[in-house]
């Protein structure tokens, strides 16, 4: 950056080059993450699965993807996004092809299903590469703008199905050469910042290092609550639509997919306000938007349009506090750490979303309602906007 910029704050043109450049690839990871659900119940016909099968196909590269953004983000501490972001995508094409061979054994799809995880490591290598292009006044909506690649999920469960009514491989074939084109132009265009901190402890102390910082863990629970809420209702929503409200599955994945849109759209904003107000007062505020609406969803309300309102009003808060919580670990956590502490926080944030489905399906089985449920989770978005109004606003003077 030169002097007039960084005087001005403004980020040179390399950081908005990267800024595109890691939002196109989060994306195609992400779809490619995402083969499998959006085909679990053609699977499951096929290959004579249980519901049970069905959730593990489903659930294992999400697992995965999330627990290996772990190395994979003190990975590109030390060896950079240039290297790290063509490297996973390219390395992503192979469990990819792998399902088109996989399909008709439960075993090997599981195998491909454990190797397509990689796909969702790279959120773990485009925070430190954004972080570290954009100064702090900016930071905030530079991140936004790259968490809307969490839309490729959107994506793959969109355009996954209708791809695979012409040729049931042709939706695994148009995702490794997108994967394959993008891989190249990383390759070529992707530049880490040239004051870059290169760590040289080992990757094990420095992930040791990582998780003995307070605010890592607590930057973890508010991104479970945020990001974790998004997967869930992600994973859960289309079930909840079709039985309480008793929607044709097709209303409920278009219904489903408006929140996801709601969430893409909303993460931006959440980072754009972060610059703005400190991150983790936009964070309670948006939790708190949450909470309140997801008690007046547990009166089970008309879908429309006031139960259309709360859903989508949920999705608003989510997804912005989404954004605002790593605008937060811009501002509390060391240059040289982000990897690491994207990681950490990243899993956890994924991980997350596995509970809540559970508990929804465990208390519907037990009450016939999603009454406790909804309430559940205004309780624990409550805690989180407490605890980020109360605590991580003093957060950064202690980092």
Known sequence: MNEANAAEG??????YRNLALATL????TFWAWDLIAPLGSDYKDRLGLSSLQQSLLV?????????GRIPVGALTDRYGARLMFPLVSALTILPVLLLTVARDSYTAMLGA????????????????????????????????VFGMGTGGVALSGYFTPRIAKHGDNLPFF???????????????????????TVPTMSLGRRLGQAGRLRVTWELSALYAIGFGGVVAFGVYLPTYLKTWYELSPTDAGTKAAGFAVMTVICRP???????RIHPATVTAWALAVVALFAILQAFDPPLAPLGTICFLSMAAGLGA????????VSQVTPQAQVGSVTGIVG????????????VMGGIYSAKDSYSIGFMLLSDLALAGCVYAYGRMRTAQRMA
Request: proline share 9%.
């Open 269 to 275: 904003i959440g980072g754009w306000l972060a610059d």
């Open 174 to 196: 148009v995702v490794a050469v997108a994967l394959a084109a993008f891989a190249v132009l990383g390759a070529l265009l992707i530049t880490d910042h040239p004051d870059r």
């Open 321 to 328: 506090a989404g954004g605002s919580v790593f605008a937060l």
């Open 10 to 15: 403004r980020p040179p043109a390399a950081a």
């Open 25 to 28: 690839g989060f994306t195609l």
């Open 113 to 144: 299903g454990f190797l397509l995880g990689l796909g969702g490591t790279t959120f773990a290598i485009g925070v430190p590469l954004v972080n570290s292009w954009f100064p702090p006044a900016r930071r905030g909506f530079a991140i936004g």
């Open 347 to 358: 899993a956890v944030g994924g991980l997350g979303g596995f509970v809540p489905p559970l």
């Open 59 to 67: 659930a294992v590269p999400v697992i995965v993807g999330s627990l």
